[in-house]
């Protein structure tokens, strides 16, 4: 098959919130289309969440019903292993057996799937050689790969610190502001948090990302909440919250039901952060954006009687 002919497929869910600008890029350099599955609806949540075990989280039931979106659309679906970036900087295990579960529940679809794998920990196994093996197995030689990778690192260094600078100003505004520690497809996707952020710009409230910051100077600040944490995204959210919680007026955790890190890593927030007001929410498939949007308007009260502005 030509490279200009291949098409990939990319599940709008967990690490394509991350990579999504790092995917496209390198794909496209190396000639070739993406194709990305539309943004959560009820459709994919109940497939995703008939596809999955009780047990698994909802970002997880949701990514299994973007797979089964993109199947038979495309030649290959992105699905990749990241283990973990060095010593204690891990990600969710869940990131670790993507591949093999995805693997198993569609092994009847007769759907290609493309992966590649980081462990920096245990294998000693870097991004760029993981995109250099990935590349080299859909046949483009070691030179476009290469090329290829330093493009896509390039453009996506380049948009999160756009991301970045864009937010900093944002803390300087007046307006009530509110912090959304969440991991980025919890925060964005549809059916989880992007209602939560709609409605604070309903009401007036500025809401923030404490995981979009400079990445290297927030694993240095998580210290001063833990200096043992060792999932790196939890290691962002703390060292974003760590950096901004002095310019804000509330926290808010938001995580997916039931997530390990999450449960002891907010409990850890709620614990040590003191003089921020906090909200936990836990999300499932069947909170319903009506009680959610209760607790944010008691949430924001709770703000305003603080402030004396209620
Ligand atoms: S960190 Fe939590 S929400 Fe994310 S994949 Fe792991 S268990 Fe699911």
């Known amino acids: 098959m030509e490279q200009q002919n291949i098409k990939i497929g990319l599940p709008r869910a967990m690490l394509y919130y991350r990579y999504r600008v790092l995917w496209r890029t390198f794909f496209q350099e190396l000639g070739m289309e993406t194709v990305v599955s539309v943004p959560t ?15 698994a989280c909802l970002s997880l039931k949701i990514y299994l019903g973007h797979v089964a979106a993109l199947v038979g659309k495309c030649d290959y679906i992105l699905v990749p292993r990241v283990s973990s970036f060095d010593r204690h900087r891990s990600m969710c295990t869940r990131f670790e057996s993507t591949p093999d579960l995805v693997r198993n529940v569609f092994r009847n679809s007769g759907q290609k799937l493309l992966s590649y794998e980081v462990d920096e920990e245990m294998k000693k196994k870097g991004e760029e050689e993981a995109f250099l093996e990935m590349g080299k197995a859909l046949g483009c030689s070691a030179k476009a790969v290469k090329r290829a990778y330093k493009q896509a690192k390039k453009a996506e260094l380049s948009q999160h610190k756009e991301r970045v600078q864009k937010y900093e100003q944002q803390y300087k505004k007046e307006n009530m502001k509110v912090l959304i520690a969440a991991h980025s497809y919890v925060a964005e996707d549809p059916y989880m948090g992007k209602p939560v952020s709609d409605y604070l710009k309903r009401v007036g409230v500025i809401p923030l990302r404490a995981d979009i910051v400079d990445r290297e100077a927030a694993l240095k600040h998580s ?56 909200l936990n929410l836990v999300l499932d498939s069947q909170s319903g954006i009506a009680g959610v949007e209760t607790r944010l308007e008691s949430f ?11």
Do not use: Y
Not at 264 to 269: H, R, W
Not at 300 to 310: Q, S, T, V
């Open 223 to 278: 210290r001063e909440l833990s200096p043992t944490c060792k999932w790196e995204i939890n290691r962002e959210i703390l060292g974003g919250i760590a950096m901004h919680m002095e310019d804000v007026d509330g926290i808010i955790l938001l995580s997916a039901f039931p997530c390990g890190p999450d449960a002891m890593v907010n409990e850890l927030i709620t614990r040590r952060v003191k003089g921020v007001p906090i």
């Open 41 to 55: 609806n009820r459709d994919i949540l109940e497939q995703g969440t008939a596809l999955a075990i009780d047990e």
């Open 300 to 310: 924001i009260d709770i703000i305003r009687f603080k402030e004396g502005k209620l």
